[in-house]
């Protein structure tokens, strides 16, 4: 049994390797050779009057590995500028954060790796996003407007620029001194220029690719701001209101995650961004989760697996307005990309060895 910890993961990871792994695991799906279950989420009233706890794990199989994803956290929804929400998370105190990957040989069942999730978790959707732009962008694009500073914009923009031939990117996120930084890290990174700019009209006006990477819950995006032939990439859904999506010619989701359950005492859809989620607490414990406004109608969306099987088109001209939800797959995600990392610091013999029989007993469970 390997500990892999964040260090580790970034060693042995790179978005090249990152994408193509996920793109095989994905075409497994198809192939019925790969399976996930979608996220569930549990949320239990915590310590702190205005959040909640929340824990909730992913799992799926692929290339003969199993992962399970599990997150344990308190969320709180604070109120910003304009009327904008967002979620913020933690988990014991602000700053730290519990995120694991177990991973086992789907093959004898073995414990083979546990792992933290944070440099993983990014690297995974980064890589859907370079996959939903293999799949759907022009060729030619070249100029990416980025919404958002924060670690997922930074593997977003790495990935774009694996796929694509990027020159330019324009940033706005509302930190002046966080967009500054991504700026600065990114061109390095990359060697292209990155400018910081006032708006997030700015950044999407002209873009080929707009990336929206923000932790607000509520859309950031406006209908007129949408070009011909640009290619649209959400980390979340609620950014996309239903207006914007209207004027999406192509549209495709990574994947399906709702949970088919009815309403219940215990089951709400209403919350977790709509997905649905287990809820425990009194009506004034709950009145501080916010209710997910009515979401993208997303049952008629093809899914990934459409396209690269011919089920669903994709791009047919340029000057379609495309667009590419990275929600999706999450299962085989982990156990696609954490079956690459495991094997790569075997290896490399990086990580901490723990003794297997811990993780095991002979009492019948």
Same mark, same amino acid.
């Given at each position: 049994?390997?500990?892999?910890?964040?260090?580790?993961?970034?060693?042995?990871?790179?978005?090249?390797? /990152?994408?193509?792994?996920?793109?095989?695991a994905?075409?497994?799906?198809?192939?019925?050779k790969a399976?996930?279950?979608?996220?569930?989420?549990?949320?239990?009233?915590?310590?702190r009057?205005?959040?909640?706890?929340r824990?909730?794990?992913?799992?799926?199989?692929s290339?003969?590995?199993?992962?399970?994803?599990?997150?344990?956290d308190?969320? $709180?929804?604070p109120?910003?500028?304009?009327?904008s929400?967002?979620? #913020?998370?933690? /988990?014991?105190?602000?700053?730290?954060?519990c995120?694991?990957?177990?991973?086992y040989?789907?093959?004898n069942?073995e414990?083979?790796?546990? !792992?933290?999730?944070?440099?993983?978790? $990014? !690297?995974?959707?980064?890589?859907a996003?370079?996959?939903?732009?293999? %799949?759907?962008?022009r060729?030619?694009s070249?100029?990416?407007?980025? %919404?958002?500073?924060?670690g997922?914009?930074?593997?977003? %923009?790495?990935a774009?620029?694996?796929v694509r031939?990027?020159r330019?990117?324009?940033?706005?996120? +509302? #930190?002046? *001194?966080?967009?500054?930084r991504?700026?600065?890290? !990114?061109?390095?990174?990359?060697?292209?220029e &990155?400018?910081? &700019?006032?708006?997030?009209?700015?950044?999407? +006006?002209?873009?080929?690719?707009l990336?929206?990477c923000?932790?607000?819950?509520?859309p950031?995006?406006?209908?007129?701001?949408l070009?011909?032939? !640009? $290619?649209?990439?959400?980390l979340?859904?609620?950014?996309?209101?239903?207006?914007?999506?209207?004027?999406?010619d192509?549209k495709?989701?990574?994947?399906? *995650?709702?949970?088919d359950?009815?309403e219940?005492?215990?089951?709400r859809?209403?919350v977790?961004?709509g997905?649905?989620?287990?809820? =425990?607490?009194?009506d004034e414990? =709950?009145?501080?989760?916010p209710?997910?406004?009515?979401?993208?109608?997303?049952?008629?969306?093809p899914?990934?697996?459409?396209?690269?099987?011919?089920k669903?088109?994709?791009?047919?001209?340029?000057?379609?307005?495309t $667009?590419?939800r990275?929600?999706?797959?999450w299962?085989?995600?982990?156990?696609s990309?954490?079956? %690459?990392?495991?094997?790569?610091?075997?290896?490399a013999r990086?990580?901490?060895?723990?003794p297997t *029989?811990?993780?095991?007993?002979?009492i019948r #469970?």
């Amino acid at each position: 049994m390997l500990m892999i910890n964040n260090q580790v993961v970034a060693q042995v990871l790179d978005m090249r390797a /990152c994408i193509e792994v996920q793109e095989a695991a994905f075409a497994a799906l198809a192939q019925r050779k790969a399976i996930y279950r979608p996220r569930i989420d549990t949320y239990v009233p915590c310590d702190r009057p205005d959040g909640y706890y929340r824990f909730g794990t992913v799992e799926g199989a692929s290339g003969g590995y199993y992962a399970v994803r599990l997150k344990s956290d308190i969320v $709180h929804f604070p109120l910003g500028p304009g009327g904008s929400q967002s979620e #913020n998370k933690y /988990c014991i105190e602000p700053g730290t954060f519990c995120g694991l990957v177990f991973l086992y040989s789907s093959g004898n069942g073995e414990p083979l790796a546990l !792992m933290n999730d944070g440099h993983l978790q $990014h !690297m995974r959707v980064g890589a859907a996003a370079g996959i939903g732009t293999r %799949l759907l962008a022009r060729e030619d694009s070249s100029t990416v407007g980025m %919404l958002g500073s924060g670690g997922m914009a930074r593997t977003f %923009l790495e990935a774009y620029a694996v796929v694509r031939k990027i020159r330019q990117v324009k940033v706005y996120s +509302r #930190n002046p *001194e966080n967009r500054r930084r991504y700026s600065e890290d !990114m061109s390095r990174l990359l060697d292209v220029e &990155v400018i910081p &700019v006032d708006s997030a009209r700015e950044a999407v +006006r002209g873009a080929d690719i707009l990336s929206t990477c923000t932790d607000s819950i509520l859309p950031i995006v406006e209908p007129d701001w949408l070009e011909p032939g !640009m $290619h649209v990439v959400s980390l979340k859904s609620q950014e996309i209101s239903s207006a914007a999506a209207a004027r999406f010619d192509v549209k495709v989701q990574q994947g399906n *995650e709702e949970i088919d359950l009815p309403e219940s005492e215990t089951f709400r859809r209403d919350v977790s961004a709509g997905r649905g989620a287990f809820v =425990l607490g009194t009506d004034e414990q =709950l009145s501080v989760l916010p209710r997910a406004r009515k979401g993208l109608e997303l049952k008629e969306w093809p899914v990934y697996t459409d396209v690269i099987t011919g089920k669903a088109p994709g791009r047919t001209s340029r000057d379609q307005i495309t $667009h590419y939800r990275t929600i999706g797959n999450w299962g085989v995600q982990f156990s696609s990309v954490g079956g %690459l990392v495991y094997e790569r610091a075997k290896a490399a013999r990086l990580g901490r060895e723990l003794p297997t *029989e811990w993780f095991l007993q002979d009492i019948r #469970n």
